[in-house]
């Protein structure tokens, strides 16, 4: 039987590298796995609690609501409003996913369709390229450098958008949306609020949606601060951004992924994932089980944890790159 939809797909590079990491400790090589990027510390200890202590109540074993538990997205909120002084609508601006990727891959579902096109980062992280290609849609590419310092971006920027600008008028259909993610993975690239204030008059300029993956949003170092894309001016007529708790409480296991900004583009995911019957259990509609959102919830204001996080990562980069403390 022949697949649909799997067959133009590029291999999945953490399969690649993972295939690669077995095949050398087999041959007896100490291998230091830095693949997935998987927290070597506990969890929080307050979401752990928060988790353990919601799971035993009964009422939170029923299905979830279409856009995520009330107060959960209060929580995001006040997030965005004291970390970036971001107002975003509780009702119609914030939507609870399963995580970043079931959010980004939803959203790329009803953004895209075959004969549609798409710009995205070169390199990029594997659902980025996935995401549009499982909706039918043609990929057109952004490449990327890396940055040692966010603060000297001036050749990066100039390229960054020389190319961009070259990916939008070569070719037809013209891309309905933009993927980017920053700071980058894999490669690190940081970029200021200017920057994304350009890519926001870019987008509304050409009618244009500009999908935002904050998935390192609490990773700066220095006095770096990731900036949101719902800072620029006029982002909420064409941005969505996709924020994750995972690099916020080093919890992948008891993540949740919030999309924030175009409210239109909000109702369209809700209506999706109210139809959508693919997961199993039922952890959905639009967000985790109550059980399960009330951890992030807890933690979402507590700064002092994204905080500590950082410090340790800073502290690996150092040991890792040979960097001063």
């Not at 988790?51 to 029923?62: K, P, Q, V």
């Not at 970390?83 to 119609?92: H, I």
């Not at 220095?222 to 719902?230: C, D, E, F, V």
Request: proline residues 8%; neutral net charge; charged residues 20%.
């Amino acid at each position: 039987m022949e697949f649909r939809r799997i067959t133009n797909l590029p291999p999945y590079v953490f399969t690649i590298i993972n295939n690669l990491k077995i095949e050398a400790r087999r041959s007896g090589v100490d291998v230091v796995d830095l693949g997935f990027g998987n927290p070597d510390i506990p969890s929080p200890s307050i979401a752990v609690e928060k988790l353990g202590e919601s799971a035993r109540i009964a009422r939170n074993h029923r299905y979830s609501m279409s856009r995520g538990l009330p107060k959960l997205r209060e929580a995001i909120a006040d997030l965005y409003k004291r970390k970036w002084n971001v107002d975003l609508d509780v009702e119609t601006e914030i939507t609870n996913t399963i995580g970043s990727k079931e959010g980004f891959s939803h959203l790329m579902w009803v953004l895209l369709d075959r004969g549609d096109a798409a710009i995205v980062p070169s390199p990029s992280y594997p659902i980025h390229i996935y995401g549009p290609l499982f909706a039918g849609a043609d990929l057109r590419q952004v490449p990327m450098r890396s940055l040692s310092d966010p603060r000297v971006q001036t050749d990066f920027e100039g390229d960054f958008f020389d190319n961009l600008t070259t990916a939008y008028e070569v070719g037809w259909p013209k891309p309905r949306v933009l993927v980017i993610s920053f700071p980058h993975n894999p490669t690190g690239s940081c970029v200021d609020l200017p920057f994304m204030q350009r890519v926001v008059d870019f987008c509304r300029e050409r009618d244009m949606i500009v999908v935002h993956d904050f998935a390192y949003a609490d990773v700066g170092f220095g006095g770096y601060q990731p900036p949101s894309i719902l800072q620029a001016e006029g982002a909420k007529e064409c941005a969505v951004e996709l924020y994750s708790m995972t690099s916020q409480t080093w919890a992948p296991k008891i993540v949740i992924g919030v999309s924030g900004g175009l409210d239109s583009t909000h109702a369209l995911i809700v209506a999706v994932k109210a139809m959508d019957r693919l997961e199993r259990p039922r952890t959905d509609v639009i967000g985790h089980t109550p059980t399960s959102t009330t951890a992030p919830t807890a933690n979402a204001s507590g700064p002092a944890n994204s905080r500590g996080r950082t410090t340790t990562s800073l502290a690996s980069r150092n040991s890792v790159t040979g960097r001063p403390p």
